[in-house]
């Protein structure tokens, strides 16, 4: 199976600045797959996600090396408008995204940019706003809204385009808890109704780990650590040392691990967290 | 309540009931008849029917009270102008000397004419801006076929200025809380703190509009290129339908502005010479 | 948008500045349609600011502080702002109660005063961070001659041509705009533009030529 995004030796260097922001990267992305990807501040994360969306080059000076193919295409090669009819991208900051008067507007907006016709958008309109729960809020501006509705009308509105890839880069990183489960709830649908290939850069790894099949580390500008996501945390010594902390849940086991007093695989989530002390704690009475 | 350029209308108001292109076609033809018409006492009807087209789009009466300053203030300048800054006319009729300076009949009497034009006019944008909401704005635009390009720019630009003032707000709260007060300071140090704000205004609007680059490039548009001449589907004007009543005001603006133009030319209504108003001040001040 | 060989930062001369370098390519693009938006906005508010501040009467002021994003915009943005420094007089001298036709009407004079100062610093190739004499003294005397179109044409042509005003009062108007945009040019046109240019002339958004 190919991969619907290939990145190969992939360098970028911002013009005016001493280093590349990202040096010999090689990504694989395959169709139907929920990729996240972490790093601290600085890795280059933001970067990744504009140059599979082709907004780097395309909306930035500097110096590119290596490919970034999108479905089998050199980004630089799609005509202008195009790739990103492909690959949505959602932008941490949502009141940046916005330039519409009201919610449906910014909703319709990528569609009527892909020339749909008025039923088309019609019918995008009713599933979008279904998915996303934002029917209540369509005749208000963005700017009237709460933080957590905003970030998930800009989510809206790039899924109503269907992108074949959505990129999100840190969709929650502004919003508050309750807000950020529910923008994962939306991703958590879309994965399980809709199969889009998703790329999730974020650094709230609770509610990111049990959607992601696969991780992606970066530090530094390079790919430091990529593997399906178990056997991604199960290096969780070196995440600690590349200033990546995974869930408590998965930590507090760590420090079991290292005082000898458990010796398995790590639990991802807080559940399997649960399930696992239960099993060391009751053996005999565990009910899972 | 909706809100609109200038305030905000309830949601009950009938002006919701016309079409945002009736309202933009009585701003650009309405705003046309003071300069058809000499005599003020019909420039004053016309600036009364439009203050009653308010108050039936429940449009709140304080927001002309925010023109109030404005209309004198463009009344003295005008008055000034034409009197004290009129220059002197041995040809014309004085009425009054102040302090040494003539007044002037035929000027007071031109100054009201130009006073009473001028109220109707900046009471049809008051209308306008009052009742439209910028969606209106925006949907009369693309009713005229006005590129796209156009109507977003637009758009945006309301937006922009939305924003900047709040980071105007934000520079001076943030300089408040840190115990900064102009209160009795000099004119210049005001604008010189002035100064020290634009900076950083400039400086954020040119980092958003990378943001704001980035998202659209994101959503698919393009201003150039294949992709820029898709046929847009202009969604929004579906909320809009141009009903009979629509069709019927916008006749009858047209027909009152013929009308005008025929009584004016041709049978030589609204002139100075039949303006019972005029007769009557030349009376009072002779 | 362009993609260039050499990354590390080198000083710009003026030349270089304004010219578009072998192998540089520079085109039109979504960023400049923003840029337009964006600067309407700044100068809708930082104008109104003006008209209500230091009103002379009927959009003209005794100390206009639009004139900055006007000619400071062009001279960055080409002709992306002359088209926002034309337009975003109409709407704060709406907002401020200038009734259409006479806003309308002011088309012509913000033109000019946006769109000189944007050929002078492209035709005598000045330096936008204001780096020698000669680039203040091209900013002034653009500042002069585009304010002085504006000041007789807006008085002038369009107060005068509505009536507004009487041909004895008009002088007063002129010296209004004149001083009005000139004195405020001074004192803004020249520190946003010291301030300022460096980082814009290293944006996608700056604009060598007249589009891109």
């Given amino acids: 199976m190919s991969a619907i995004i290939e990145i190969r030796d992939y360098t970028w260097q911002y013009l005016n600045t001493e280093k590349p922001a990202l040096e010999a990267i090689n990504v694989d992305i395959y169709e139907g797959e929920f990729v996240g990807i972490i790093g601290p501040n600085g890795a280059g994360k933001t970067t990744l996600a504009l140059s599979m969306d082709g907004l780097i080059p395309g909306q930035y000076h500097g110096v590119k090396q290596g490919t970034v193919k999108v479905m089998g295409k050199e980004v630089d090669d799609y005509p202008r408008g195009q790739l990103q009819r492909q690959v949505g991208v959602v932008f941490s900051d949502p009141e940046a995204q916005f330039t519409a008067m009201t919610v449906e507007d910014e909703l319709v907006f990528g569609l009527e940019n892909q020339g749909l016709s008025i039923t088309e958008i019609h019918e995008r309109l009713e599933w979008v706003t279904e998915l996303t729960a934002l029917k209540p809020l369509l005749p208000k501006p963005p700017y009237e809204i709460s933080g957590g509705q905003k970030q998930r009308v800009a989510l809206a509105a790039v899924l109503a385009m269907m992108p074949k890839v959505m990129v999100l880069d840190e969709p929650t990183s502004m919003l508050d808890p309750i807000s950020r489960k529910r923008i994962f709830e939306v991703l958590g649908r879309l994965k399980r109704e809709q199969h889009n290939t998703v790329i999730v850069i974020e650094h709230s790894l609770e509610n990111l780990i049990p959607l992601a099949d696969c991780m992606i580390l970066l530090s530094e500008g390079k790919v430091a650590l990529q593997a399906a996501t178990r056997e991604f945390f199960q290096r969780i010594a070196f995440l600690l040392e590349k200033g990546v902390y995974p869930p408590e849940a998965m930590q507090f086991f760590y420090h079991l691990m290292q005082n000898g007093w458990y010796n398995g695989d790590l639990p991802l989530t807080l559940d399997e967290a649960a399930a696992k002390l239960e099993t060391i704690l009751m053996p005999h009475h565990s009910t899972r | ?286 | ?212």
């Fill in chain 2, 1 to 286: 309540m909706n809100k609109t350029m200038l305030g905000y209308v309830p949601k009950e108001s009938p002006i919701y009931a016309v079409h945002p292109f009736v309202k933009l076609y009585f701003l650009l033809i309405v705003s046309l008849f003071p300069m058809f018409v000499a005599a003020p006492e019909w420039n004053f009807l016309l600036l009364v029917f439009i203050l009653a087209l308010m108050v039936i789009s429940r449009v709140d009466i304080r927001i002309v009270r925010i023109y109030i300053p404005v209309a004198i203030s463009m009344g003295s300048i005008i008055l000034i102008s034409y009197t004290i800054l009129g220059g002197r006319h041995p040809e014309f009729q004085v009425i009054f000397n102040l302090f040494g300076l003539p007044i002037y009949w035929e000027r007071v009497r031109d100054a009201m004419v130009v006073y009473f034009r001028i109220l109707p006019m900046i009471a049809t944008m008051v209308f306008f801006l009052s009742t439209s909401r910028e969606r209106d704005i925006i949907v009369a635009m693309r009713t005229i076929r006005l590129p796209f390009v156009v109507t977003y720019v637009f758009a945006m630009a309301l937006r922009s200025a939305g924003m900047v003032l709040e980071d105007f707000q934000i520079v001076r709260q943030a300089e408040q809380a840190r115990g900064f007060d102009p209160t009795g300071k000099p004119l210049t140090y005001k604008i010189r703190k002035y100064i020290m704000y634009m900076i950083p205004l400039f400086a954020l609007s040119l980092r958003r509009s990378e943001e704001f680059t980035n998202a659209l490039v994101a959503r698919g548009y393009a201003f150039t290129g294949e992709a820029s001449h898709v046929k847009r589907a202009d969604y929004v004007l579906t909320h809009y339908t141009f009903k009979t009543h629509d069709a019927i005001f916008t006749t009858l603006i047209t027909l009152a502005f013929i009308a005008l133009l025929i009584a004016r030319y041709g049978l030589h209504y609204f002139s100075l010479d039949h303006s019972w108003f005029i007769q009557w001040l030349h009376a009072v001040l002779s």
């Fill in chain 3, 1 to 212: 948008m362009s993609t260039t060989t050499t990354p590390a930062r080198k000083e710009l001369t003026a030349e270089q500045i304004w010219t578009v370098q072998p192998g540089e390519r520079r085109s039109v693009g979504v960023i400049h349609i923003v840029i337009t938006a964006l600067l309407i906005g700044i100068g809708f508010v930082v104008g109104s600011f003006g008209s209500i501040s230091f009103p002379l009467g009927f959009g003209v002021n005794f100390f206009w502080t639009g004139i900055a994003v006007q000619q400071v915009g062009s001279i960055w943005f080409g002709l992306w702002g002359v088209i926002a420094g034309t337009i975003f007089p109409f709407f704060s001298n709406a907002i401020a109660g200038t009734p259409f036709y006479i806003s309308a009407a002011y088309i012509p004079a913000n033109f000019v005063q946006a769109f000189l100062p944007a050929w002078a610093f492209r035709y005598f190739k000045a330096d936008p961070r204001l780096r020698s004499g000669r680039d203040y003294f091209i900013l002034l005397i653009a500042m002069i001659v585009s304010s002085a179109f504006g000041a007789l044409w807006s008085p002038l042509v369009v107060l005068r041509g509505f009536g507004l005003l009487t041909t004895e009062s008009v002088p007063l108007f002129v010296w209004g705009w004149f001083g009005g945009n000139v004195v405020a040019g001074i004192v803004f046109n020249f520190i946003l533009l010291k301030a300022l240019s460096g980082v814009v002339i290293r944006t996608p958004a700056f604009v060598k030529r007249w589009w891109a």
